[in-house]
């Protein structure tokens, strides 16, 4: 089983007054933009519902996506991040952009990302833990798989993109509480064949050290994310089950990832 677990959380917690700095700092900020962004979230929505055809769900999706750039640039200080391939979504959308999910903050990382136009496939979970965000992001079209029934899921997932929004899955379906890459689901392969859309892999490294399952701290250090190359579902046609291949092909380069950093 490849591991992304921390290596270096043991160093950073023995200095204390610069993990204490840190995390107020990280409150502090997060809390501020969050309240400056939150009354033009709601003004957008608000004419949303009064102008629909003006202020559209693509419209809330690019000011989300422009939040988490926000999150990602005021957090510099403590979490830099080095991205690789960004553009790689961008330059196949639609698509189904796929991640490894280490930590609660993989969510506002994918601001780091150019591809700006994206819906999550999402648990109730963020919902709940970000809820004064919650009207947006069903506004937004965010697909809430735990109250919906499978082919409801899917015919939402379908008109996102053939209407040319791109989606956001974490096919190992939940957070990793150790650390380790678990194994992927068929869900947004099978979409990818039933929509004939790519799959872009997306790989955080460190996020699950930085903020760890279970824990109330960050713990501050360099985040890195890497975004392989577009797989397509025409390369797997031949095969009996396109979509099981393609899940293989996609977790095959996550282990290698993790067994050669």
């Known amino acids: 089983m490849a591991s992304s677990k921390p290596s270096v959380t043991r160093t950073l917690i023995k200095n204390k007054p610069l993990l204490i700095f840190a995390n107020i700092y990280f409150v502090l900020v997060s809390s501020f933009i969050t309240l400056m962004v939150l009354p033009l ?4 929505l ?15 999706r690019h000011y989300s996506y422009c939040y988490g750039r926000l999150f990602c640039f005021v957090n510099r200080p403590f979490l830099p991040i080095d991205i690789m391939n960004k553009d790689e979504a961008n330059q196949h959308k639609p698509c189904i952009i796929i991640a490894n999910h280490q930590s609660a903050l993989d ?10 136009n ?18 947006l992001m069903r506004a937004s079209e965010y697909i809430n798989v735990e109250e919906l029934n499978p082919e409801e899921i899917e015919r939402q997932c379908l008109n996102l993109l053939n209407s040319g929004t791109s989606l956001v899955i974490f096919p190992e379906g939940k957070r990793t ?35 760890p399952a279970y824990s109330k701290f960050i713990y501050p250090q360099r985040i890195k994310i890497k975004m392989l190359q577009a797989i397509f579902p025409k390369d797997f046609i031949a095969s009996d089950l396109p979509h099981r291949d393609m ?15």
């Open 177 to 211: 509480k150790t650390g380790d890459l678990g194994r992927f689901h068929t869900g947004a392969f099978r979409l990818a064949c039933s929509a004939n859309v790519p799959i872009v892999p997306l790989i955080f490294e460190n996020t699950y050290a930085v903020f």
């Open 118 to 135: 994206f819906s999550y496939f999402v648990k109730s979970w963020p919902f709940k833990l970000f809820f004064f965000f919650a009207p």
């Open 107 to 116: 969510l506002f990382l994918f601001g780091a990302q150019t591809c700006t």
């Open 46 to 60: 608000l004419f949303n519902k009064l102008f629909p055809e003006t202020v559209t769900g693509k419209t809330l």
């Open 247 to 261: 899940m293989r092909f996609a977790h095959k380069q996550y282990v290698a990832f993790f067994n050669n950093i």
């Open 41 to 44: 979230g709601y003004a957008l």
